[in-house]
């Protein structure tokens, strides 16, 4: 990994998380300490920006990328990895700098938030091949893919997220995303799902469906405490039919991994989960906290595809 091939895709306003001097000041710290060029500085303007962006990158020759942003930034960056086809994926190393407002990735490998801790750990050059998901699904009636490396939500999980897009609502803190929740299920119906994990059937009404590489999301919950992006499964956890009271009683649990412990949440470990609803109801679907679209939905493990620089 030489220095100066880095190349830098920026989200100049990653979740309004940070201000412009912060994020020239990251930028001044990587331009010393990664003699890096200008000219490999690619700055996002839109949603979806970061996928095409990266891909042209690659397309020039890039093989180590830097993201600098959220959650979202770094979802958009894996996506055109996974999505080219100019070099297999594992020969890109990546590494995603967290200047959103949730940060939730970088939770559960440990990755520095400090700039400098930060540019030390690419400077020690460690790589580890973690996992993707790969997800099929519908949107206004047309089969799509999308590739996520943190955690997918159904249900639940992504009215929240489709409610926080409608509202605009930007910074997606941890305070505020709890705040949501318990604002927004008094709007929610939960809904009569099927569910395959690995070809065994699960039907219920659903109060969320969560499907993870890594532990956590939503600004810190961890809804996947099973979950382990360098091992050999996806974990799925099913929380089943579970009263609005239920969950405002269960709350506690979103933050201290000990929501497999209550009775109607259950756990697994899996390679491929089907989702589709019992009635003329889509399901919708969110990954790493981007809205997606709705079900039948298809999930399936990328083992080992992404090559991420950890500590």
Known sequence: MEHHNWHVIVNPIAGKGICVDTMNRILNVLYDALDLPMENVYKTSSKGHAIELTKKAIRLGARNIISIGGD???????NGILSQSD????EISHAHFPAGSGNDWVKTINIPIDIY??????QQKNTRLHNA???????????QTRYFINV????????VVKYLENKKVIKKSGSIYLMMILKCLFKYKKQKAKVVIDGVEYSNRFYTI????CKYSGGGMSLVPHADPFGDKFAVTLAGNISRLGVILNTWRFYNESILKHKKINGYLADFVQVESWNNHPISIEADGEYLGESPVSISL?????????P
Do not use: C, R
Not at 72 to 78: L, Y
Not at 87 to 90: K, M, Q, Y
Not at 210 to 213: A, E, K, V, Y
Not at 302 to 310: A, D, G, N, Q, T
């Open 72 to 78: 979202g930034t770094n979802h958009e960056v894996i």
């Open 87 to 90: 070099v297999a994926s594992d």
């Open 117 to 122: 801790d930060w540019v030390k750990m690419v």
């Open 133 to 143: 998901g790969k997800i099929t699904y519908y949107e206004n009636k047309q089969l």
């Open 152 to 159: 997918a939500g159904m249900a639940y999980d992504a009215f």
């Open 210 to 213: 969560n499907i993870g590489l």
């Open 302 to 310: 990328m083992p080992k595809v992404l090559k991420i620089v950890v």
